[in-house]
């Protein structure tokens, strides 16, 4: 979800959203002096104008849900990410995290609930460790700390380290503060076994923050030792825009940080969503990434929010969160390309690959305006032999989709929970839909832990494929053909 400005108060701005051929001539750009033209796509077709009811459940017949789990006090507050390791699930909410024992799909238990308030709390986790997102300003780095403006020196955020080693009890044993907060971060595993790193991504410096000072064009990377993680620290703060990055314009965002980053560790590659650019990074150096290439679309996105790789490395997609999250985008009124998801091809070798623009994707059903709706978190399915994704949209629900033909992309699966009101705009909805060892999970917003099952024929191979751990935007490799 998109933070417009600080101290860190999310705007819900109800914008609109969705349906036939818009034409599409986007400007990328390759570095900033090599501007490039967009190809024209093809007219995309009408949505489907089947809303259902509120709450009602509809979907596709191959996709159905087989258990949810709803939010409690105290962590009653907005739904985030999930991290996965063995039978577990970890979710992530604004008022601190769940563990879930998923070792029975269709009948999740609560592990144990942690209360440590911080939004986002976006979650990974390694081994006995879990490492959580603060990105709100806080009177202190404790689980007891309360909301403190971002103007005051003393105030805290960034990341927070959690031993999970007993899934009952969790114990808070580190911090580490990074500039302008923590709003996602992204574990890197070491070259070797006894170093992990996170990438934390955080944007909107204002010159009157006294940690989150402009330009801000840099990324904070925390290198943690695995047997010492109390000796966690940040080692790098690396310029990824030393030209300023995106200025800005009044369809998009200017890049002042960047909001997440996927890496493909077995190809040492990363692609960065970041606000005005999306970036490919050469990650060979986990402590000092460095970027390759660089594209923009200057007509039809407005956020890079997050990116997804194919298991080849040949292909990235990346998100465009239109409306930061909480706009009506998927209705009758603003196109088929916008809050969409953009499919690149990756080309070349080394330092010489860059990212061709090939076609967009947004789910084909129109939402009612009262819904937030816009592309957000998913996950690639690991199906052999095909590039399948399976993806959130808020109130649009679940989506499951073939992007195998990167100019055709298709829709093969879906599920959707009617409106949370028909009277006015509620946000809600899914924030991360991912696959995980046969099951695809959600943390919903407002309605908690979904699990639902796939059955395709196109995608029965995935279930040959198990993870011991998953953080999806620690992109693995599976076996391929």
């Given at each position: 979800m998109i933070r417009l400005h600080k101290p860190r108060l999310r705007q819900l701005r109800i914008v609109a959203l969705a349906t036939t051929g818009l034409l599409v001539a986007s400007a990328l750009v390759a570095p900033a002096s090599n501007a490039q033209t967009v190809p024209q796509a093809a007219p995309a077709p009408a949505l489907t104008n089947t809303i259902p009811g509120?709450?009602?459940?509809?979907?596709?017949?191959n996709l159905r849900q087989i258990a949810n789990v709803p939010k409690v006090a105290p962590l009653d507050a907005t739904n985030s990410d999930i991290a996965f390791q063995g039978r577990y699930a970890f979710a992530g909410n604004y008022n601190g995290f769940v563990i879930y024992d998923i070792s029975r799909p269709s009948a999740p238990t609560v592990v144990s609930r942690v209360l440590c308030p911080g939004s986002q709390n976006d979650i990974s986790v390694h081994g006995d460790l879990l490492f959580l997102s603060t990105d709100s300003s806080r009177s202190d780095d404790s689980c007891n700390s309360t909301t403190q403006g971002a103007d005051v020196k003393e105030s805290w955020e960034g990341i927070k380290v959690f031993d999970i080693k007993d899934k009952a009890n969790p114990r808070y044993i580190k911090s580490v503060e990074t500039a302008c907060g923590s709003h996602t971060h992204t574990l890197v595993p070491g070259k070797n076994n006894k170093t992990v790193y996170l990438y934390v991504s955080s944007y909107s410096p204002r010159a009157e923050f006294p940690d989150c000072q402009p330009p801000h064009d840099s990324i904070s990377i925390i290198k943690v030792p695995v047997k010492k993680p109390t000796d966690a620290a940040v080692i790098a703060a690396p310029n990824l825009f030393p030209d300023g990055g995106f200025p800005g314009s009044g369809t998009g965002s200017a890049t002042t940080?960047?909001?997440?980053i996927t890496v493909y560790p077995a190809k040492d590659l990363a692609a960065g969503a970041c606000m005005g650019d999306g970036i490919l990074l050469d990650i060979k150096n986990r402590e000092a990434p460095r970027v390759i290439n660089r594209v923009r679309d200057e007509v039809n996105f407005a956020f890079w929010h997050s990116a997804t790789f194919n298991n080849a490395g040949t292909?990235?997609?990346?998100?465009?969160?239109l409306g930061g999250g909480g706009a009506a985008t998927c209705n009758e009124t603003v196109g088929p390309n916008r809050g969409a998801d953009a499919i690149y091809d990756i080309s070349g070798r080394g330092n010489a690959r860059k990212m061709t623009f090939r076609s967009y994707y947004k789910i084909p059903r129109a939402n009612a305006d009262t819904e937030n709706c816009v592309a957000h978190n998913g996950s690639l399915i690991p199906v052999l032999g095909k590039d399948i994704m399976v993806q959130a949209w808020y109130q649009g629900g679940i989506s499951v989709w073939d992007f195998t033909d990167s100019a055709n992309?298709?829709?093969?699966?879906?599920?959707?929970?009617?409106?949370?009101?028909?009277d006015r705009p509620v946000g809600g909805g899914t924030w991360s839909a991912y696959y995980y060892n046969g099951h695809i999970y959600s943390n919903d917003m407002v309605k908690g832990l979904d699990v639902l099952e796939l059955n395709d024929w196109r995608t029965w191979t995935a279930k040959l494929t198990r993870y011991q751990e998953l953080n999806v935007q620690t992109q693995p490799s599976y076996l391929g053909w």
């Open positions: 509120v709450d009602e459940i509809v979907s596709s017949p940080g960047c909001h997440d292909k990235v997609i990346f998100t465009d969160e992309p298709k829709e093969i699966a879906f599920w959707e929970r009617g409106p949370l009101s028909a």
